[in-house]
């Protein structure tokens, strides 16, 4: 095994925690299916609570699928400051243990406990402890998975889900590597399995049969990474201060829209929700990307890269319409979203430029 194998890495993540915060401040929803998110006709769950996942519903379906398959399914509009609050308390506990913590969004997170702040040896015993905390501390309970690298601790943090942690020791890694079935490996979505099953890669085992110049030819790039991973290596560092890719909003409709009025109306309003956010994040960008998503539900994106970086609303919303003019609609629009990215987190100094600009409506 390679010298970076005797890393010990936590990945925590809390067990439907959107549903689980509505369920613990609102015990009449205990027990119950429930859907965060809009339960109109044009809505989209944004997380849903066991009871209703053994429906079969899940986040990001539309909220009438869900419906559907679950009659009795409880929607609750979100209160993202609430679990923003949650997540912090969360937060707090991890750097108790290590300050090498990476959160990967407000409900899950990497830990590198190799060396720790309270000299535990044991990275399994951390673990327990952490979600003892956490129960106590915010009455949810959160999954641990604890092994050598990101990428095992990840995939073993889903295994005894909800309230449970498995841990995977170095000398199990390969071997639980070769058993585990394909589409259960972390990063390898539904269309890279079927790629996989048409060249009879089943697990880990199939896929660790092939040779690199095999996987580079029929998955290029991502060849190596399918190579590596299956033997147990993935030295990729738990990154406390994680860099920022991307920033961004978008608003889903009540209405289909198609009047140029209102799609730029709505623009306002997402480019100065993500002004906002940029100046609490003290970041800018310089590539704008406009997101439409059509009411046949099929998405376009345009964008465009500036020579400096932007972070008002104007110049946002002056570049979004650009794009958005740039050719016609094919048929009335249910979404719009804008994203800046190119941000200047690697930057030491940001060239902004701070410019007055004027529009007609």
Not at 37 to 42: D, L, M, Q, S, V
Not at 192 to 202: H, P, S, V
Not at 203 to 209: D, F, I, Q, R, V
Request: aromatic residues 10%; contains cysteine.
């Amino acid at each position: 095994m390679h010298e970076l194998d005797d890393r010990k890495i936590i990945h925590v993540d809390m067990d439907a925690f959107y549903a689980s915060v509505e369920q613990r401040d609102f015990p009449e929803l205990k027990g119950k299916p429930i859907a965060v998110g809009g339960g109109n006709n044009r809505g989209v769950v944004a997380a849903a609570s066991y009871e209703a996942r053994k429906y079969g519903v899940r986040s990001a379906m539309p909220s009438v699928t869900a419906k559907k398959l679950c009659p009795d399914l409880i929607f609750v509009k979100h209160r993202f400051d609430k679990y923003r609050e949650v997540s912090s308390q969360i937060r707090d506990i991890f750097l108790d243990y290590t300050d090498l913590v990476e959160p990967l969004s407000l409900d899950e997170a990497y830990l590198d406990v190799t060396e720790n702040k309270l000299n535990y040896p044991s990275a399994t015993v951390i673990a327990y402890d952490i979600r003892r905390r956490i129960y106590e501390t915010t009455g949810l309970t959160a999954s641990a998975g604890i092994s050598i690298n990101k990428f095992v601790a990840k995939i073993a943090s889903d295994y005894n889900k909800p309230n449970g942690q498995k841990t995977i020791t170095p000398e199990e890694v390969i071997p639980f590597l070769e058993e585990l079935e394909i589409r259960k490996f972390h990063g390898i979505g539904k269309v890279t399995a079927e790629k996989m099953y048409l060249q009879g890669i089943f697990t880990g085992a199939h896929l660790k049969e092939r040779s690199l110049e095999f996987l580079q030819e029929h998955f290029g790039k991502s060849g190596a990474h399918y190579y590596n991973i299956v033997r147990g290596l993935h030295h990729s560092p738990v990154k406390p201060d994680r860099i920022r890719k991307s920033l961004g909003a978008e608003r889903t409709f009540s209405e289909n829209i198609s009047s140029e009025i209102f799609m730029k109306e709505r623009l306002t309003q997402i480019a100065e929700e993500i002004e906002k956010r940029l100046a609490k994040n003290d970041v800018a960008g310089k590539t704008v990307t406009l997101k439409i998503k059509y009411s046949d539900f099929k998405t376009q994106t345009r964008s465009k890269t500036l020579p400096h970086f932007i972070r008002t609303k104007d110049l946002i919303l002056a570049t979004a319409i650009e794009l958005m003019e740039q050719e016609g609609f094919r048929e009335s629009v249910r979404l719009l979203g804008i994203t800046l990215s190119n941000l200047n987190t690697d930057v030491e100094e940001a060239d902004f430029v701070e410019v007055q600009l004027k529009f007609m409506f």
